[in-house]
């Protein structure tokens, strides 16, 4: 198959897409696939890539793939095109311009987005794909869309009985006056509410961002207030959490929540890990950039009981938001008295070296290498299951 990689993007998680792409890319049985690389730049172009950078990343098992931003490469998309015309650009996989008489279409089995955060985790890219009618991996625009909202994914949760950490939203428009940045008394009322429900220490996390950019830990008025100003930077809604002194607990997720019950595309969950920061809590360094930023248990310490416990809420949490392909779904276990909380949804999370993921699947038996194919064939069940769905009466 010739699989189309997309990855950078225009987040603030450009960076970590490099480094999840290059190890998935590494992982691609390149005995019976193409990898055609499309790097996304920071401000949303999309880049055909040479299949020396493809090369280049081979021979080094420390490198991070690049983007060549030559404006030659463009890439273009044609809504309705399909595999065989939807992505187009006027250059070849070597680089080289096409001859006149030569298609600029890029034969495309199936995408496999390596995106994270915002234009790539919150459905705009998979809608996308879908107007262009190209298969793809992960889960739906829907779904994707839902997860990287914290707000409306508690929500849903709430409404199926599952229990999350308690929270207060704070809206842009709540605290914002005259579309000015200055923070008006409804900031301090929120404030209030939060300190009166919770207590310090409180976290503040931006509503639609993930591996943990513009989160904060805070101890005071003062530090909350700063907080929740830097988030806003990264979101239009911000979430105030209460900080539970907790063990943080995750399970992998893989299937088709909404078109299989049995085989490949079942919803399964795998083996939970459990993250020991050695940071404050387990923020972006200690995610990413600092290998010795936390411990990666897994499996967790838990008893049998209490790992199946986990692998069930999971995959309920999965099925209540329509997910398919895979997503890490993450816990928090309340040190004072067990209580477990459902925190959040990651549908396209880390795939780096150190990232849980793809370790908590490989501690079940499912290797790195096994999981992409995986994907790869839930995400053309999918397609083939959606395209035979009738959309005219005609």
């Known amino acids: 198959m010739n699989i189309a990689v997309l990855y950078g993007g225009k987040s603030g998680e450009h960076e970590v897409s490099l480094r999840s792409a290059s190890s998935v890319v590494r992982r691609i049985d390149r005995t019976k696939h193409t990898v055609i690389l499309i790097g996304i730049a920071k401000d949303g172009r999309w880049y055909l890539q040479s299949q020396k950078e493809l090369t280049r990343v081979f021979a080094d098992d420390s490198a991070f793939l690049r983007i060549d931003e030559n404006p030659a490469c463009l890439v273009r998309i044609l809504p309705g095109g399909g595999s065989n015309a939807a992505l187009q650009c006027g250059v070849n996989l070597e680089g080289k311009a096409r001859k006149t008489?030569?298609?600029?279409?890029?034969?495309t089995d199936i995408v496999l987005p390596v995106l994270h955060g915002s234009y790539g985790e919150d459905g705009l890219v998979q809608g996308l794909l879908e107007m262009a009618e190209l298969p793809y991996c992960g889960c739906t625009a829907l779904s994707s869309a839902l997860a990287m909202d914290k707000e409306q994914t508690k929500k849903v949760w709430m409404q199926e009985g599952l229990q999350v950490v308690p929270f207060?939203?704070?809206?842009?428009?709540?605290?914002?006056?005259?579309?000015?940045?200055?923070?008006?008394?409804?900031?301090?009322?929120?404030?209030?509410?939060?300190?009166?429900?919770?207590?310090?220490?409180?976290?503040?996390?931006?509503?639609?961002?993930?591996?943990?950019v513009g989160a904060a830990k805070v101890n005071s008025r003062e530090e909350l207030k700063a907080a929740v100003?830097?988030?806003?930077?990264?979101?239009?809604?911000?979430l105030i959490e209460q900080c539970i002194d907790a063990r943080e607990i995750e399970c992998s997720v893989t299937g088709n929540a909404a078109i299989s019950a049995s085989g490949k595309t079942a919803v399964t969950s795998y083996t939970p890990g459990e993250i020991a920061p050695t940071h404050g809590f387990y923020d972006y360094d200690a995610k990413?950039?600092?290998?010795?930023?936390?411990?990666?248990?897994?499996?967790?310490?838990?008893?049998?009981?209490?790992?199946?416990?986990?692998k069930t809420i999971a995959e309920k949490a999965y099925r209540a938001l329509d997910c398919s392909g895979l997503a890490r779904v993450d816990f928090f276990i309340d040190k004072k008295d067990g209580t477990l909380y459902l925190n959040e949804i990651n549908t396209l999370p880390g795939f780096t070296s150190i990232s849980m993921f793809p370790k908590m699947c490989e501690a079940a038996g499912l290797s790195y290498a096994e999981l992409i194919e995986l994907l790869l064939e839930q995400g053309l069940a999918r397609f083939k299951k959606r395209r035979s769905l009738k959309t005219s009466f005609v």
Do not use: H
């Open 101 to 107: 008489d030569e298609s600029c279409a890029i034969q």
């Open 168 to 212: 207060v939203c704070i809206k842009s428009a709540d605290i914002m006056q005259d579309g000015s940045a200055e923070q008006s008394g409804v900031f301090e009322k929120f404030a209030v509410l939060a300190e009166k429900q919770f207590g310090y220490p409180l976290f503040v996390k931006p509503a639609c961002a993930g591996s943990s």
């Open 229 to 238: 100003q830097n988030a806003f930077l990264w979101d239009e809604k911000v």
């Open 288 to 310: 990413y950039t600092d290998p010795d930023g936390a411990r990666l248990l897994i499996p967790a310490s838990l008893t049998g009981d209490e790992l199946q416990r986990v």
